[in-house]
């Protein structure tokens, strides 16, 4: 058996040097150090120098296996979805070296830019900061409506339809599952058609980068999907309630859909997937949170639950 954790050591000084040889020949590493967050995937940021030049930065992507998908595949995956992305104007960060292989850093993964900046989960100002957080989240879904298929993305209804015969057993852990559920269930039949586009399909605050209030890139994108857009938006609104940021969640509703020019025809029905997505604990989260410096307890998380599903079904 590989070592799961392979992905999570740094590379070594060898591995290192291969990669500064591959951005800049001539150049030698000068420190490397793991970036807060990440649970799937580890990122190290790589800062290189050659004499006579300006230092560069790098951000290292190191993949972990998936049952479903080697981290090889993965790496090409997201290789390509950034480069198609990219192109398109989405801030997310570029695409420099693929390494599905783990021939340059030791372990399957891809070399990226690095954008100066980190996640903001501490906000000042908690309404304009949910208003920015929608921006680049409406940009992607306006600019990628109708985007054809495409191997590299994920047919999002492909993998929900699990979702159709009712939680797993694992979700019914959680004592409101199968009540969740059945309005589920209820409301998928009154789902309507709509244009599907690019889903990030893990969009929340830890995975953007921000410099001075302002949301400069999206990064974490090894599991994009084409799908409709009320997933992605009803998954943040989730996550931004589990925070304990229910106004903020509704500020950001509200901008994404100024930004867009068209109500989420099937929000509630994402949101109540969002929920079930979020058993049978959302505490399990906490480390990804609290990593960029949240103090949530496992006991106000919970609660933030119950009270998210409440409000969600009697909408």
């Given at each position: 058996?590989?070592?799961?954790?392979?992905?999570?050591?740094?590379?070594?000084?060898?591995?290192?040097?291969?990669?500064?040889?591959?951005?800049?020949?001539?150049?030698?590493?000068?420190?490397?150090?793991?970036?807060?967050g990440g649970i799937d995937n580890a990122v190290f940021r790589l800062d290189i120098h050659k004499p006579g030049?300006?230092?560069?930065?790098?951000?290292?992507?190191?993949?972990?296996?998936?049952?479903?998908?080697?981290?090889?595949?993965?790496?090409n995956a997201e290789?390509?979805?950034?480069?198609?992305?990219?192109?398109?104007?989405?801030?997310?960060?570029?695409?420099?070296?693929?390494?599905?292989?783990?021939?340059?850093s030791g372990s399957p993964g891809i070399i990226i830019s690095y954008i100066e900046g980190s996640p903001n989960l501490t906000p000042s100002n908690e309404a304009?900061?949910?208003?920015?957080?929608?921006?680049?989240?409406?940009?992607?879904?306006?600019?990628?409506?109708?985007?054809?298929?495409?191997?590299?993305?994920r047919q999002a209804e492909e993998w929900l339809n699990k979702y159709r015969s009712g939680p797993s057993d694992r979700e019914r852990?959680?004592?409101?599952?199968?009540?969740?559920?059945?309005?589920?269930?209820?409301?998928?039949?009154?789902?309507?058609?709509?244009?599907?586009?690019?889903?990030?399909?893990?969009?929340y605050a830890g995975n953007t980068v921000w410099r001075d209030d302002k949301l400069i890139a999206v990064i974490d994108w090894d599991g994009p999907a084409i799908g409709d857009p009320a997933y992605d938006v009803g998954y943040a609104r989730m996550d931004l309630a589990l925070q304990g940021r229910f106004d903020a969640a509704d500020h950001f509703l509200a901008e994404y859909e100024r930004l867009t020019k068209r109500p989420l025809a099937n929000l509630r029905y994402y949101e109540l997937l969002a929920c079930i997505r979020a058993m049978p604990d959302p505490s399990?989260?906490?480390?990804?949170?609290?990593?960029?410096?949240?103090?949530?307890?496992?006991?106000?998380?919970?609660?933030?639950?119950?009270?998210?599903?409440?409000?969600?079904?009697?909408?």
């Open positions: 058996m590989p070592d799961q954790s392979a992905h999570e050591q740094p590379p070594d000084d060898a591995a290192l040097q291969r990669i500064a040889d591959a951005i800049q020949p001539g150049a030698h590493p000068v420190n490397c150090e793991r970036l807060a030049e300006k230092p560069i930065s790098v951000n290292i992507r190191r993949h972990s296996d998936w049952p479903s998908q080697p981290a090889s595949d993965k790496a290789w390509q979805v950034l480069d198609t992305l990219h192109n398109l104007g989405i801030p997310v960060p570029k695409p420099l070296l693929k390494d599905a292989a783990g021939v340059l304009q900061w949910a208003k920015e957080l929608a921006r680049p989240l409406a940009d992607l879904h306006v600019k990628t409506v109708g985007m054809p298929p495409d191997q590299h993305f852990d959680h004592r409101r599952a199968d009540e969740v559920w059945q309005e589920l269930r209820a409301e998928y039949k009154h789902l309507e058609t709509v244009q599907h586009c690019v889903l990030h399909f893990d969009y399990s989260w906490l480390p990804g949170w609290n990593s960029f410096g949240m103090e949530l307890t496992r006991e106000e998380v919970r609660e933030n639950l119950e009270r998210y599903i409440d409000q969600v079904l009697t909408s």
